[in-house]
Nanobody, 123 residues
Framework: QVQLVESGGGLVQAGGSLRLSCAAS??????????MGWYRQAPGKQRELVAA???????NYADSVKGRFTISRDNAKNTVYLQMNSLKPEDTAVYYC???????????????WGQGTQVTVSS
């Protein structure tokens, strides 16, 4: 099995910054994770992609966060980060880590989700 463990959420004032981290771990060795990213879901809204990055470093962002958020990965640690700057109240949501195409010593897993971490931005 593969698990994603998130950290770094919290309460921040508008204009502030937070950094989210998500580490993948499994029973056996993880050889490669094709794509890792972050989604978010605000109350009453659908879950949406925030940012994602492939193992080769290609990244894409939601238009609403371009220029403010930066995604990065440490492939050796199977970890993805989301640096969030200039936060706005509309960024308030539960942020979920996602990993897709996970190649491990015990097999390949299509997709895994983290448990979610709350980000609240006060005005």
């Amino acid at each position: 099995q593969v698990q994603l463990v998130e950290s770094g959420g919290g309460l921040v004032q508008a204009g502030g910054s937070l950094r989210l981290s998500c580490a993948a771990s499994g029973v056996g060795s993880i050889f490669e994770i094709n794509a890792m990213g972050w989604y978010r879901q605000a109350p009453g809204k659908q879950r949406e992609l925030v940012a994602a990055m492939t193992s080769s470093g290609s990244a894409n962002y939601a238009d609403s966060v371009k220029g403010r958020f930066t995604i990065s990965r440490d492939n050796a640690k199977n970890t993805v980060y989301l640096q969030m700057n200039s936060l706005k109240p509309e960024d308030t949501a539960v942020y979920y880590c996602n990993a897709g195409g996970i190649l491990t010593i015990v097999g390949t897993f299509r997709e895994r989700w983290g448990q979610g971490t709350q980000v609240t931005v006060s005005s």
